[in-house]
């Protein structure tokens, strides 16, 4: 399939978390590596698409670091105001595509800002497999290792059958309205939800796991940056 027989989409990346399991002076998207942010990192893999149609980015209200980018004077990225959870800066991020001009039957595409080595192979298969399916889907990874199901003190109390297992990585792909619709529903009827697909499964969907790359991994401890630099230095 070629790039402009992919359907049209719209980015939305959440920046607006905190990231404290990183134990740094600022949030993880504003880390440096490789001589850029880990956000710019992050946004280069969209705005070099040809089927973008915009993209949006939910920062904190009172976010520092985001001016000094030169991203930020990028006119291809549109800001919102990220709220206290990353299912409130999705929303906040979903109210304004629509504002640019996205439609309830577009496909956005929600993409964690802290998943830098995202590649062009896994965001074509993503939007080719999932161009025609009614409901959308993610990029996710089948589990490797034995799974253990731990008692309160500690020890294992059951080794779990990994074969159904995934790993729900980003991006993930939605119509803009159903994930609208869904995401409020959930956040009124006061249900967690960790990720977009949570909500569309909540809202009674089943999203298509779509197998991508192991190393499409989100920086969330230390030794996370220390990977992608090893990922990054290989030729
Ligand atoms: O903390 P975690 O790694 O799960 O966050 C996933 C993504 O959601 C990150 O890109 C983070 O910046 C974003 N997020 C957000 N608003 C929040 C919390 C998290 O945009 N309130």
Same mark, same amino acid.
Request: hydrophobic content about 35%.
């Given at each position: 399939m070629t790039a402009s027989s992919l359907p049209p989409f719209w980015a939305l990346i959440p920046a607006a978390g905190v990231g404290s399991r990183m134990r740094a002076d600022r949030p993880k998207q504003y880390l440096e590596l490789a001589g850029r942010t880990i956000l710019e990192h992050t946004l280069a893999c969209f705005l070099d698409h040809p089927q973008l149609r915009g993209l949006v980015v939910s920062l904190a209200a &009172? &976010?520092?670091?985001?001016? +000094?980018? +030169?991203? +930020?004077? &990028?006119?291809?990225i549109q800001r919102a105001e990220g709220g206290c959870e990353r299912a409130d800066s999705v929303l906040a991020g979903l109210h304004r595509l629509a504002e640019l001009g996205a439609e309830e039957q577009d496909w956005v595409l929600v993409h964690d800002a802290a998943r830098p080595n995202l590649t062009r192979g896994d965001l074509d298969l993503l939007l080719g497999e999932l161009a025609d399916d009614p409901v959308g889907g993610l990029l996710a990874v089948p589990a490797r290792d034995t799974l253990k199901r731990a008692g309160a003190d500690g020890r294992v109390q059951q080794t779990v059958d990994r074969a159904p297992i995934w790993h729900a990585y980003t991006p993930q792909m939605f119509r803009l309205g159903q994930l609208h619709r869904a995401l409020a529903d959930a956040l009124v009827s006061g249900v967690a939800i960790t990720d977009e697909a949570s909500a569309i499964e909540w809202a009674g969907h089943a999203p298509r796991l779509i197998e991508g790359r192991a190393d499409n991994l989100k920086v969330t401890r230390p030794e996370d940056l220390q990977s992608l630099a090893l990922l990054w230095r290989q030729p």
């Open positions: &009172d &976010d520092p670091y985001w001016p +000094a980018l +030169a991203c +930020a004077e &990028d006119g291809r």
